[in-house]
Nanobody, 120 residues
């Protein structure tokens, strides 16, 4: 069974940076494409970024392009989300997820989430 654990969330001022990490265990990490999603209070969960199995392909939501960078280290079974120039509207719980197909919208495995709060 795949297990995902996020870390790195916290409170930051607008304009600041955070780096989220998500470690996968239970299966071979390089088998999976990985994604980051976020969910703000009262809103639907939204796609943030995705990366294919070897990091050769990435995609981003328009709202984070140029500010966030997704990357992965297959040797460490970890995916990262570097978040720069943070805005108050980035405040949300951030989830990582694993997908067997980078081009599919179906993510089978999810982490428990980590809170990111951006103060103005």
């Amino acid at each position: 069974q795949v297990h995902l654990v996020e870390s790195g969330g916290g409170l930051v001022q607008a304009g600041g940076s955070l780096r989220l990490s998500c470690a996968l265990s239970g299966r071979r990490f390089s088998t999976y494409a990985m994604g980051w999603f976020h969910q703000a209070p009262g809103k639907e969960r939204e796609f943030v970024a995705a990366i294919n199995w070897n990091g050769g392909r990435t995609s981003y939501a328009d709202s984070v392009k140029g500010r966030f960078t997704i990357s992965r280290d297959n040797a460490k079974s970890t995916v990262y989300l570097q978040m720069n120039s943070l805005k108050p509207e980035d405040t949300a719980v951030y989830y990582c997820a694993a997908n067997s197909d980078y081009y599919s919208d179906y993510y089978r495995y999810w982490g428990q989430g980590t809170q990111v709060t951006v103060s103005s």
